[in-house]
């Protein structure tokens, strides 16, 4: 197979262990980051060299990070903006120097995925993560104390209006100025040191809160993609973030983004839309949610993709507790029907 499985870990502290992930059949490459840096900060070379030691002794091959995340100043463009730029970068060349090709971020003022609930129990006693618009719609974070589950407990309710104001009056066009900024400094350190950045759309692709939301269809990929025109500057595109609006066509953008090359990164993963636009993520298999998972693997195969894999948010199954959307039966299980689906578009593109 050409491309290149993998699975996230969160380091030593995951229940989830290498041996477990390692034990999972056609398993290659670890998804990781270096968690005990802040935004903004330096990260040690020492923890990359752990974590790739680490990897190695389980057969496994740390080559992606998944996020390096973008400081909000970034993202608003403020003073300190160049400075926390040279830091990413350096960040870059640090992981690239530890066999790191890939590495994930977002453009996501603010939150990273929202959601309504981690825990939402399905009628087989699983449990998944919803987003349910009878539980979002009232909400209003610039008047009312919320904590949406997910959402980084580290800013205080005042810090988060400060944000949100302030994405408020930057506003779209003012946050594409400014990833455009991210892009043509940190860009070219990338392709210097062998590495694609990845961009992960925003989740769900909407706006949220009136927050500017820009890596949502397939109009914004493109002007995403043009604004620096090389294979460092890639996608990491993700199925179930985009699927969850009913106007995408998955499909259709996989296909093309394969064709052109610009997929460093594949996340599956499979949701259900409800008629108001809910979502619920359900198992990997097309039958159980609104995606074709595997016309989206053959949209892959069939122009040669050879990037990462990784099976996306599984569900709670079999009594195990631990990081939602990241434990391990449901995502093995989510793993080996990908290699299966693979393992038959590759055998029907032969034929
Ligand atoms: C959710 C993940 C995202 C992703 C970041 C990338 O489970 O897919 O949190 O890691 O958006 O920066």
């Not at 003022?109 to 087989?124: E, N």
């Not at 400094?185 to 500017?212: N, Q, S, T, W």
């Not at 990164?265 to 619920?280: A, C, L, P, Q, T």
Request: proline letters at 5%; charged letters at 25%.
């Amino acid at each position: 197979m050409n491309m290149k499985l993998s699975f996230r870990w969160y380091g030593e502290s995951d229940p989830v262990t290498l041996t477990n992930i390692s034990q999972i059949p056609g398993m290659r490459s670890i998804v990781s980051a270096v968690y005990d840096v802040k935004p903004g900060g330096v990260w040690g070379e020492d923890t990359l060299l752990r974590m790739k030691t680490l990897c190695e002794d389980h057969g496994l091959v740390f080559d992606v990070v998944e996020s390096i995340p973008v400081h909000e100043d970034i993202k608003l463009g403020r003073n300190n903006v160049d400075e926390l730029l040279e830091v990413y970068c350096e960040n870059i060349r640090r992981c690239a120097k530890y066999g790191v090709k890939c590495v994930t971020y977002n453009f996501m003022p603010v939150f990273d995925w929202t959601r309504t609930q981690l825990d939402k129990k399905a009628p087989d006693g699983s449990t998944s993560l919803v987003m349910y618009w009878d539980q979002m719609r009232g909400l209003d974070p610039l008047k009312d104390d919320i904590h949406l589950p997910g959402w980084d407990a580290s800013y205080t309710q005042s810090e988060v209006r400060e944000l949100i104001t302030a994405y408020g009056e930057l506003g779209e066009e003012g946050l594409w100025k400014n990833l455009e900024k991210f892009l043509k400094k940190v860009i070219p350190v990338a392709e210097e040191c062998g590495v694609r950045m990845a961009i992960h759309p925003d989740d769900p692709p909407y706006p949220i809160f009136g927050l500017p939301r820009i890596i949502t269809n397939e109009e914004n990929l493109d002007r995403f993609l043009k604004i620096v025109d090389s294979k460092a500057n890639s996608l990491c595109l993700c199925t179930g973030s985009l699927g969850c609006a009913k106007t995408n066509d998955v499909v259709k953008m996989v296909r093309k983004y394969a064709e052109m090359d610009r997929i460093a990164f594949m996340h599956i993963r499979n949701v259900k839309i409800m008629e108001d636009g809910s979502f619920e993520e359900t198992a990997h298999l097309s039958s159980c949610g609104s995606m074709d998972i595997y016309e989206i693997v053959k949209a892959l195969v069939e122009n040669g993709f050879d990037g990462y894999v990784r099976p996306d948010h599984g569900r709670m199954i079999w009594g195990e507790t631990g990081k939602p959307g990241y434990g391990l039966y449901d995502r093995a299980l989510g793993a080996a029907y990908i290699n299966g689906l693979f393992e038959a578009a590759e055998k029907e593109l032969k034929k």
